[in-house]
């Protein structure tokens, strides 16, 4: 590890984390005492074959599910033991999620679907569609604002999946399985909009898979085994950057229009995400509007989003401090 980060307080650190899962007579050791730091700003790959308990570790992170034994603990707040409605606003303000099958929902559009979780921010509809549509843009899919899922392809949704985790800017997006339903192509072409997102954004990556390959990407990757952490690899002298996956067979072939800021509607991502971010979320998330308060529902959408925000247990309400 690098001399600095020593410095750094971790944004994740788990201590001893144990889940036994009972199945009538039987004890199934998911995780058996994992201990590991994740300093912000880290691309990490947690890398393991099937059962090795890797989604298990992402979920406890994401604190989805509770750990036998053992603490995780995320920008310095235990979240093993919050209450579900303190963790719903903590996973809205810190967190961003890719799951290998998309999870979109299927009666929105890509731009609804994307602007899912300003609307769980408080933001305002025609800054979070305006948001939306920018971070579609970068990800190459001006022309798939308006599609629904079934309209798209596997690529074409998880790149819309990616645009929904990284749209709120949150410091840790965690992925699961990204690109396990993709082909090569278009699994290179998804890891590195997410390597590319994550580096400019200062955002801790943390991705699961069970490809030697994709771990490439890793700053570091964690080796799990039966539910351990077999080794722990630094990957920094040997990574690969976004552009120079090592086989050119296999170069992503850019499968729509390449990411762009081409018209007005596309301005420049950075300095708008910026003003529009400072406008919006303000530090303690005390000032954000109430979601959906400004103004009724207009249509299908509109209603589904907001019945969404009514099931859903966050207010925008928090007190949590800022950590970094
Ligand atoms: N709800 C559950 N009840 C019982 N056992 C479970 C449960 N969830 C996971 N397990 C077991 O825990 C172990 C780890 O599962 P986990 O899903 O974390 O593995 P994984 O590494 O993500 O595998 P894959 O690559 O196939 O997704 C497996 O042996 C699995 O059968
Ligand atoms: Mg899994």
Do not use: W
């Not at 944004?11 to 912000?40: H, M, R, S, W």
């Not at 490439?216 to 351990?228: E, Q």
């Amino acid at each position: 590890m690098a001399e600095t980060e020593k410095k750094k307080r971790p944004a994740i650190q788990i201590k001893g984390l144990t889940k036994i899962f009972t199945l009538g007579k039987e004890k199934v050791y998911a995780l058996n005492g994992i201990d590991l730091e994740i300093y912000p700003s880290e691309i990490i790959c947690l890398l393991g074959t099937s059962g090795s308990g890797k989604s298990t570790l992402l979920n406890m992170m994401a604190g989805l599910e509770k750990p036998t034994k053992g603490s995780i603990t995320i920008f310095g707040e235990r979240v093993d033991n919050m209450s579900e409605r303190r963790l719903a606003m903590f996973r809205q303000k810190y967190m961003g999620f890719v799951f290998q099958s998309y999870n979109l929902l299927p009666n929105l559009t890509a731009v609804d679907n994307v602007s899912l979780p300003l609307a769980f921010a408080g933001v305002r509809r025609s800054v979070r569609t305006k948001k939306a549509k920018q971070m579609l843009k970068l990800c190459g899919l001006s022309k798939r604002m308006h599609h629904k899922p079934t309209q798209m392809s596997g690529g074409q949704q998880q790149r819309v999946g990616i645009a929904r985790a990284f749209v709120g800017t949150p410091k840790i997006v965690f992925a699961d399985e990204p690109t396990g339903n993709l082909d090569t192509k278009t699994t290179i072409e998804i890891m590195e909009m997410m390597v590319r997102m994550s580096r400019e954004n200062k955002q801790t990556l943390v991705i699961v898979t069970h490809d030697i390959e994709i771990a490439g990407y890793a700053d570091r990757i964690y080796h799990i085994i039966d539910g351990r952490i077999n080794s722990v690899e630094d990957n920094r002298d040997k990574q690969i950057l976004p552009g120079q996956y090592p086989n050119p067979v296999d170069a992503p072939v850019a499968e729509e229009e390449p990411p762009e800021a081409d018209s007005e509607e596309s301005a420049p991502a950075a300095e708008e995400t910026e003003s529009a971010e400072t406008e919006i979320l303000s530090p303690d998330g005390g000032e954000t509007a109430a979601p959906e308060s400004e103004s009724p529902p207009e249509d299908d959408a509109d209603r589904e989003i907001s019945d969404i925000l009514r099931n859903s247990q966050i207010t925008n309400e928090t007190d949590t401090e800022e950590y970094i």
